[in-house]
């Protein structure tokens, strides 16, 4: 099993400001623990594409990337206008890089150059909506490369896997009425968002093809992992699809700042091997993994570790503790 890593130091030029938990030091923190525990060179290099205004237009509507371009325009800091979004000087650039490295890698499954693929993303993108940035997000990173898989590659069906703490709102709202593309969230409720209720299936032709488990504060592997196990494998059984998209958000570790669920590295291993034997099964083994969340970056690092040593095959990822992070400059 060949895995495809897309990974580039450049996504730390992303500026959220001080102290801000969505960091630069994230994707220093993840190429450090796969440097460390050696997935970064066993895995097969995937360089970014370059991306057009007309590749984001698939999700996003002209006026947002209107407002996005006149506002991050390569020469400030500040928030974004439609949401709690911070950025800096390079912040578009960084975050058009992140949508090619995601599609860059969906070219890389279909092709069949690697069997499936982990992308250490910034900024995360699953609560951006069509028309809105929100949550630290830009642009939707994981919908852009479903519609880009559906239109460019022909695929049919698209699953979009959301294992984020947080409710993926964005994705969810780009795809309610699409029976194409099925979205499965587990997330802490009550949380920010504040979106993604059990009874939030769909609407219109997309009736059924969104399935939401909110849990409490607390829950772990025993609540997700029967939720993967239970309703949304009775689920895919049906939709069967030709794509499987992780939202791999590992803010839902324990530990994690901005979530308060219990998952470990060894549990992120046991979905992600769920999730491998439904990509097999279905998909001729297409699956990506775009990164979301994580802010403890000890805890992403090692998540990120497990994640990656099963996708590249490894049945029993050993126990992984990263370096220690390099230290924030102080002001």
């Known amino acids: 099993m060949s895995t495809g890593l897309h990974l580039d130091l450049s996504y730390a030029d992303h500026e959220t400001g001080l102290r801000h ?32 205004n007309d590749d984001l237009r698939l999700v996003h509507a002209e006026t947002y990337l209107a407002t996005v371009i006149a506002e991050v325009d390569g020469s400030s800091s500040g928030q974004l206008s439609t949401g709690d979004t911070n950025f800096g000087p390079h912040s578009l650039e960084v975050a058009r890089a ?12 279909v092709a069949g150059t ?127 699809p030709d794509l499987v998209i992780i939202s791999a958000g590992f803010d839902s570790r324990q530990g994690d700042p901005l979530g308060q669920f219990t998952l470990t590295d060894a549990d992120f291993a046991e979905l992600t091997k769920l999730l491998l034997e439904l990509a097999e099964k279905s998909a001729a083994g297409r699956l990506v993994s775009l990164l979301e969340g994580g802010y403890s970056l000890t805890g992403l690092a090692s998540a990120v570790a497990s994640h990656v040593g099963v996708l590249q095959g490894t049945a029993n990822p050993p126990a992984f503790k990263s370096p220690p992070p390099r230290a924030t400059p102080s002001p």
Request: charged share 20%.
């Open 21 to 52: 938990p969505e960091s630069p030091e994230r994707i220093r923190a993840v190429a450090e623990a796969l440097e460390f525990s050696g997935a970064r060179a066993s895995c097969v290099p995937l360089p970014g594409r370059s991306v057009t």
């Open 114 to 240: 690697v069997s499936n693929a982990f992308c250490a993303l910034r900024p995360p993108g699953h609560h951006a909506t069509a028309d809105r940035g929100m949550g630290f997000c830009l642009f939707n990173n994981a919908a852009i490369a479903a519609r880009y898989a559906q239109q460019v590659h022909g695929l049919e069906r698209v699953v979009i896997i959301d294992w984020d703490v947080h409710h993926g709102n964005g994705t969810q709202d780009i795809f309610y009425e699409d029976p194409s593309v099925f979205y499965f969230s587990t997330h802490q409720h009550p949380w920010y968002p504040g979106s993604g209720l059990k009874q939030e299936t769909g609407r219109g032709r997309g009736e059924g093809s969104t399935l939401n488990v909110p849990l409490p504060s607390g829950s772990g592997m025993a609540e997700i992992g029967a939720a993967f196990r239970g309703p949304f494998f009775e689920k895919m059984a049906t939709f069967r």
């Open 98 to 109: 992140a949508v090619g490295g995601a599609l860059a890698a969906v070219d890389a499954v």
